[in-house]
Nanobody, 128 residues
């Protein structure tokens, strides 16, 4: 079972940036599509972004498009979420999730139900 660990969260002022990382405690991420999700208190879990196993396709929620960038470095076995122009409404626990994707695909999913392996999350707080 793939186990994921997120890092890079913290407190940032509005307009600031953070880079989140998602790495496995064991196994390799090379054959997994990865999704980033966030959950704020009292709100449903939102699929923020995803990336295919080969990194060729990415997808973003409208709420973060143009501000967030997902990428992966398979040599470092890590997936990143670069978050720029952060706003208070971005405050949430951010989680990464993985699902096997052994074949080349043009599609990655932002639906939580499509992922079987999850990290514990990292808190992102945007506040002045």
């Amino acid at each position: 079972q793939l186990q994921l660990v997120e890092s890079g969260g913290g407190l940032v002022q509005p307009g600031g940036s953070l880079r989140l990382s998602c790495a496995p405690s064991s196994f390799t991420l090379n054959n997994y599509q990865i999704g980033w999700f966030r959950q704020a208190p009292g709100k449903e879990r939102e699929g923020v972004s995803c990336i295919t196993s080969d990194g060729g396709t990415t997808n973003y929620a409208d709420s973060v498009k143009g501000r967030f960038t997902i990428s992966r470095d398979n040599a470092k076995n890590t997936v990143y979420l670069q978050m720029n122009s952060l706003q208070p409404e971005d405050t949430a626990v951010y989680l990464c999730a993985g699902e096997p994707q052994f074949e080349w695909s043009l599609f990655c999913s932002r639906a939580a139900s499509d992922f079987s392996s999850w990290g514990q999350g990292t808190q992102v707080t945007v506040s002045s």
